[in-house]
């Protein structure tokens, strides 16, 4: 799974051959055949990066997505970058589960493609389909919007963040949270709680700086210490099949993930809807 | 033995010349590059059987026919944001080396520039720039001799006579690339040049234009990532009048060992980087640093210059040869 690729005769002082896949080499490095590309080797569209490489990676994602918070693909990079312990972890929660385990071995993913909408529409209103679907309509998100992994290098840990990713928006409708600001931080309070990834703890802490008072008020009264409670408490997110679950009803489903139905009722308007659609908080 | 008719012109060219002068022949057939004496004049044909040779990109091999469309759709993704990464990656130092190759082009009002591979247009933009301040200079010591009048209201006289006549600069933007043009269209129309600027589409190995056509031709860095880079000299060589000068600006070998450390660390490690984080785009910019290093250095490239036929070529090193501007003459 790692390779050591050959340095020159003069190496570089930078080229850190520890075991990882390194990308950079300086130029005395052979030219490859159109076959053996440095990128996509673990997975499609992996990029091979030495660790510092990463730590600038980290550190220029982490500027650019507080300067710019749209940028998702920034968001998405500082997780990849600065995740690589707690997504150990995750994975080896994961495959301690036995439902996380066929996960891991089964791979499924969210897409568009891979859900049968139009049966979800039929189920009934109170099962986790439905409440699903309507919360990708009332939000007018899709579950197609992720960014691919790109700088993970280990191919498990690379799909645990991909589902990491696709399970959010299902996170939302098991919250009951919407996408606006305060809906995100909630959630990202209960990923950190969870899941232990930098990238969720730093937006857990610097989100509620953009909140109103008011809302922040809400968040620090009730919606918070519930996210953090619930998070601690429930069982890991990532190891539950959502894909074979959709006929079952969300309060039971929260029963078993032992989650604490929301406190309050947060809903989006309808104006802000769209303009929430932009400030969905993922990695 | 389908397009003759650059290749016959370059034949009769070389006749023409100075025969002793050594002929380095390349002929893109199967066969091998040979040097023949120059007494036999073999015409350089160009044959679509590109198939079985490859070329470099970046550090991959590929087949010839594909660098073009690879390096088209690098700098299709990167034109928005090409100015941006160019001032964060030099640290706006790239500003330095092109005032540098307008000093020692030192074009005079009236000259026609080519400015090849010319994308958002910084070159030729810089040009105008010169030439209507050098313009201004003329005027200004034109009438120093007739001191009772300002020498503003003196050439707003003469102006009214010769702006519109030949002493007018003219330049042509030629890039292959179209998402870059349109790029440096908005931009330059923004910021008010307008008149005396043209946008060609156009390859730099096959230029769209008559022979003996330009005083200047530059190229600033454009030519490594041309699939045959003698073609693109060849070419140059066409278009050029006689007089008229060949530029070049593009990142070059560093000697200096320790300077050639640091400048590979920072290429390899943050240029890539810097490429994801400002314009969301790793393997355009890994290409760039790659094909930087896969570029001749400063002799063998000036061998390539004059080979193509140009005279008094000489290049000057900035920032320690991290870039060279090199320079020929079409006598």
């Known amino acids: 799974m790692f390779r050591i690729s050959t340095c020159g005769v003069l190496p570089n002082v930078l080229v850190i051959c520890n075991g990882m896949t390194v990308g950079a080499a300086p130029f005395r490095q052979q030219h490859s055949s159109p076959l053996e590309s440095q ?30 918070p749209y940028r998702h693909d920034m968001v998405a990079v500082l997780g990849e970058t ?9 994975r080896d929660q994961m495959k301690n589960d036995p439902e996380g385990s066929t996960i891991l071995r089964e791979r499924p993913r969210i897409r568009l493609s891979t859900l049968d909408l139009a049966h979800m529409a039929t189920l009934p209103d109170g099962s986790f389909g439905r409440e699903y679907l309507r919360f990708l309509e009332e939000n007018r998100v899709t579950p197609d919007s ?52 930098p990238m969720c703890v730093l937006g857990a802490t610097l989100g509620p700086l953009r909140l109103s008072s008011s809302r922040l008020q809400t968040l620090a009264t009730s919606l918070g210490p519930w996210a953090l ?13 959502y894909e074979r679950r959709w006929d079952q009803s969300l309060e039971e489903l929260r029963e078993e993930l032992d989650i604490e139905p929301p406190p309050l009722v947060v809903t989006a308007t309808k104006e802000k809807a769209a303009a929430n659609a932009e400030t969905e908080l993922v990695s | 033995m389908g397009k003759m008719a650059a290749p016959v012109r370059c034949v009769a060219r070389r006749i023409l010349r100075d025969c002793t002068r050594k002929v380095n022949v390349l002929s893109t057939n199967q066969a091998t590059k040979s040097i023949y004496p120059a007494n036999i004049i073999v015409c350089r044909f160009h044959s679509n059987d590109s198939e079985g040779k490859s070329t470099h990109f970046g550090y991959e091999t590929v087949p010839e026919g594909e660098k073009a469309e690879r390096v088209y759709k690098v700098f ?16 706006g130092i790239h500003r330095i080396w092109k005032d540098t190759l307008l000093h020692i082009m030192n074009p005079l009002p009236g000259t026609r520039l080519l400015d090849t591979a010319g994308g958002t247009g910084d070159i030729s933009k810089r040009f105008l720039d010169y030439t209507r301040s050098q313009h201004e200079r003329q005027q200004r010591r034109g009438v120093r001799s007739q001191q009772t009048l300002s020498w503003q209201e003196i050439s707003n006289d003469y102006s009214h006579n010769d702006e519109q006549g030949p002493v007018e600069s003219t330049a042509v933007v030629c890039d292959i690339n179209k998402e870059m043009l349109k790029v440096g269209k908005d931009k330059a129309e923004n910021t008010g040049y307008s008149s005396g600027l043209s946008w060609v589409v156009g390859d730099a ?8 056509h330009f005083d200047v031709y530059t190229i600033a860095f454009g030519i490594r990532n041309v699939t045959h880079i003698e073609q693109a000299l060849e070419e140059a060589l066409r278009v050029l009048k006689p007089g008229g000068r060949f530029m070049c600006l593009e990142f070059s070998k560093v ?18 980087v810097m490429g994801e984080v400002i314009a969301g785009d790793w393997k355009s910019y890994q290409y760039l640093v790659e094909s930087i290093r896969n570029f001749p250095d400063q002799e063998t490239f000036k061998g390539m210059i004059e080979d193509a036929g140009f005279f008094r070529v000489q290049y000057f090193n900035l920032t320690g040869g991290v870039v060279a501007i090199h320079s020929g003459f079409k006598l």
């Not at chain 1, 408490?233 to 539950?240: K, P, Q």
Request: proline residues 5%; negative net charge.
């Open chain 1, 146 to 197: 992720r960014a691919d992994v790109k700088f993970v290098d280990n191919e498990e840990l690379a799909y645990v963040i991909q589902r990491y990713r696709e399970v959010h928006d299902l996170l939302h409708t098991l919250l009951g949270m919407p996408t606006n600001m305060l809906g995100e931080v909630a959630v990202k309070w209960f990923e950190a709680a969870q899941t232990g990834l």
């Open chain 1, 39 to 68: 990128y996509d080797r673990l997975y499609p569209g992996h990029i091979p990066t030495n660790p510092i490489q990463k730590a600038l990676l980290a550190v220029g994602s982490g500027l650019a997505a507080l300067q710019n």
């Open chain 1, 229 to 241: 409670r619930s998070g601690r408490r429930a069982r890991c997110v990532l190891s539950i099949f």
């Open chain 2, 255 to 272: 000697s200096n060992p320790l300077l050639s450390r640091l400048y590979d660390a920072y290429s390899f490690q943050m240029i890539p």
């Open chain 2, 205 to 212: 190995e096959e230029l769209p234009f008559a022979d003996d």
């Open chain 1, 82 to 90: 600065t995740g690589h312990l707690a997504l150990v972890r995750l």
């Open chain 2, 76 to 91: 299709e993704s990167v034109a928005q944001k090409y100015d941006v990464m160019n001032d964060a990656m030099s640290l």
